[in-house]
């Protein structure tokens, strides 16, 4: 099983409509959770953090069930520019070289393309 | 806002050559920085996180002779493709977080496009 695993897509939207990522992960002691975005052959972006109690930035909405280990993502009112790859990422700590550090571990990313 | 610059954007390179990556911080000071590696369709692989000073620790499945990793300074780290073959054809990204400790924000170079004919 990946350590995250999302669908992979591609979502095909409109603009104006409402999309949902989903998002689960295999291990409980992961402790922070993101959402990036990655536009073709760009490095990654952070888009937003997620938070257990819900977390909400403009037309984005995150959302966390540690319980279920699972993340997901809202985007509301689609934007043509809102097209590429969303990657959830999750982050566990540890210990090398006597320095303590976080590991980021990606998902495969979810296509997302808004059409006019 | 910080930046990580990384070196070169794109390389095309011969089988059984050697190639090297430069990621640098410019205005802050990285006591850590990751390597990732994506092959296409694929999600971000970290490969080794490397800590200023010190030996890199190598991520599971990655040969540490063949993908070297120098962090001589807080500013700079470097990582080199030895020998390289068309399967290590890929897109590597350097990330850097400054001294702030582990919950300081991370910082991605803008990625250097591998491709070994």
């Known amino acids: 099983r990946k350590e995250v695993e999302q669908d992979p897509g591609p979502f095909n939207v409109p603009e104006g409509a409402t999309v949902a990522f989903n998002c689960t992960y295999s291990?409980?002691?992961?402790?922070?959770f993101f959402w990036y975005r990655q536009d073709c052959r760009k490095e990654p972006k952070l888009l937003m953090s997620?938070?257990?109690s819900g977390n909400e930035d403009g037309r984005f909405t995150a959302q966390l069930n540690r319980a279920s280990q699972y993340i997901s993502l809202l985007i509301r009112d689609s934007k043509l520019s809102d097209s590429a790859t969303y990657l959830c990422?999750?982050?566990?700590?540890?210990?090398?070289?006597?320095?303590?550090?976080?590991?980021?571990?990606f998902g495969q990313g979810t296509i997302l393309t808004v059409h006019p | 806002g910080a930046v990580v610059s990384q070196h070169p954007s794109r390389v095309i390179c011969k089988s059984g050559t050697s190639v090297k990556i430069e990621c640098r911080s410019l205005d802050f000071q990285a006591t850590t920085m990751f390597w990732y590696r994506q092959f296409p369709k694929q999600s971000l692989m970290l490969m080794a996180t490397?800590?200023?000073?010190?030996?890199?620790?190598?991520e599971q499945g990655v040969e540490k002779d063949k993908f070297l990793i120098n962090h001589a300074s807080l500013t700079l780290s470097t990582l080199t493709v030895t020998s390289a073959h068309p399967e290590d054809s890929s897109f590597y990204i350097c990330?850097?977080?400054?001294?702030?400790?582990?919950?300081?924000?991370?910082?991605f170079g803008n990625g250097t496009r591998l491709t070994v004919t």
């Open positions: 490397s800590n200023e000073g010190s030996k890199a620790t190598y």
């Open positions: 291990n409980s002691a992961s402790q922070s």
């Open positions: 990330s850097a977080r400054d001294r702030g400790g582990v919950n300081s924000p991370l910082h």
């Open positions: 997620v938070y257990s």
């Open positions: 990422v999750v982050k566990e700590y540890r210990n090398a070289g006597g320095t303590s550090y976080g590991k980021l571990t």
